[in-house]
């Protein structure tokens, strides 16, 4: 059975925790993105975190205090969507979760970006879950995207610059497939990338599994200037899907050297939260109980 989750005092907190209100203590939670050194948090399910007219999205914050978030048209909060916490709904039409500014996502070139996203319709190649764009040259950025070329469906992408040299990833170039997983219309998925610059490696993760086995070669950091952009990609493409959850970390995935310590956490939080677990492999450390 999923783990349920509730707000207290504006943080979100799991069920199994002895929780003592009025003013009295409260134990200390599982792992949460307050863990890791957070430069980006969208968060649905937390509902202090932004306003509405009637269904209506009208603000949203920055949990991690980083960005002031801008709103394309008229998305809505779907309540109780998943796990009978609230998600975001998007209808492909200009409707978008954006940065007024452009701020420092990286730690010397360290990042790493995971959500609870769903797809719900694909009618254009290089729709995006998320994307960044930089302000800087030279224009090193990136977006999750996928690659239906309007068929309908999301085999995946992680979508690079298209400088003619000092590429990101001379191996990767313009774009790396998903060539080991892909997400599927109308399902929820746990999504996740790294630059690990420490390590030198490049991936991605849908579910806890390797979208493509992991790049060893990150030749030049990405920009340490971007513009967050959610449900919407470089080009201004919009997709039609919900989001449940969205943070970005500045840092290296774990311990060091290619550790993905810290990123299984973050799955297994995003998991358990959002009633996910049963997607995780089985060998994933957070299949049977959430990370602490």
């Known amino acids: 059975m999923a783990k349920k989750f509730?707000?207290?005092?504006?943080?979100?907190?799991?069920?199994?925790?002895?929780?003592k209100l009025l003013g009295q203590d409260v134990s200390p939670s599982d792992w949460t993105p307050t863990n890791v050194n957070t430069v980006a948090w969208i968060d649905a399910s937390d509902t202090g975190s932004y306003t509405t007219a009637g269904s209506t999205l009208t603000s949203v914050t920055d949990k991690a205090g980083t960005y002031?978030?801008?709103?394309?048209n008229t998305p809505t909060v779907v309540s109780g969507g998943l796990n009978s916490l609230n998600v975001f709904d998007f209808d492909g039409n200009g409707e978008y979760l954006q940065s007024s500014t452009y701020s420092n996502q990286t730690s010397s070139g360290n990042h790493w970006a995971i959500g609870v996203f769903l797809a719900d319709f694909v009618n254009a190649d290089k729709e995006s879950f998320w994307s960044y764009e930089t302000n800087q040259s030279p224009k090193r950025d990136y977006a999750i995207s996928s690659a239906g070329g309007g068929s309908n469906s999301?085999?995946?992408?992680l979508d690079l610059d298209a400088l003619s040299s000092n590429r990101i990833s001379s191996t990767i170039g313009n774009l790396q497939d998903w060539n080991l997983q892909s997400v599927s219309i109308?399902?929820?998925?746990i999504v996740s990338c790294w630059f690990n610059k420490t390590g030198n490696q490049i991936g991605n993760r849908v579910n806890g599994n390797n979208a493509y086995t992991p790049v060893n070669d990150y030749d030049n950091s990405i920009s340490p200037n971007q513009e967050l952009r959610l449900m919407r990609n470089r080009a201004s493409q919009e997709l039609d899907g919900r989001l449940a959850e969205f943070f970005a970390v500045a840092d290296v995935t774990g311990t060091g050297g290619t550790d993905l310590t810290d990123l299984e956490k973050a799955e297994g939080y995003l998991a358990w939260k959002w009633g996910l677990e049963g997607n995780l492999p089985i060998s994933h450390p957070y299949k049977n109980s959430p990370p602490t």
């Open 6 to 19: 509730i707000s207290y005092n504006g943080r979100i907190v799991s069920d199994n925790l002895s929780l």
């Open 186 to 189: 109308d399902s929820w998925v």
């Open 154 to 157: 999301w085999p995946g992408e």
């Open 68 to 72: 002031t978030m801008n709103i394309g």
